[in-house]
């Protein structure tokens, strides 16, 4: 019984490890590469889709046990944290 708990564990923590970060919590990453308008706008857009995809894991894995969302291909959190880095946290 104790091993099937700890096995249940294991399995649980490693699923809720694989859910996209959302975007406000992605640390950024220093650049001395100017900010662009096109950086600022793919910044925008990624930090949307990050949120969502932050969202859908979180039901996913509520729901059937699997992040969804990062199955998918919707994780950006590397280009996310070099943006940051040349434009900040994007204002809504």
């Known amino acids: 019984m104790r091993n099937k708990t700890l096995a249940a564990s294991m399995v649980a923590l490693s ?8 975007p406000e919590k992605i640390a950024a990453i ?16 990624l930090y949307n889709k990050q949120q969502q995809t932050a969202q859908s894991d979180a039901m996913g894995v509520f729901l059937v046990g699997l992040p969804l969302g990062s199955m998918g291909g919707g994780n950006n959190e590397a ?14």
């Open 30 to 45: 220093p650049s001395q590469q100017p900010c662009t308008a096109p950086d600022k706008e793919r910044l925008a857009f």
């Open 15 to 22: 699923l809720i490890a694989g859910c996209a970060t959302p």
């Open 79 to 92: 280009e996310i944290a070099t943006l940051k880095g040349r434009c900040g946290t994007p204002t809504t």
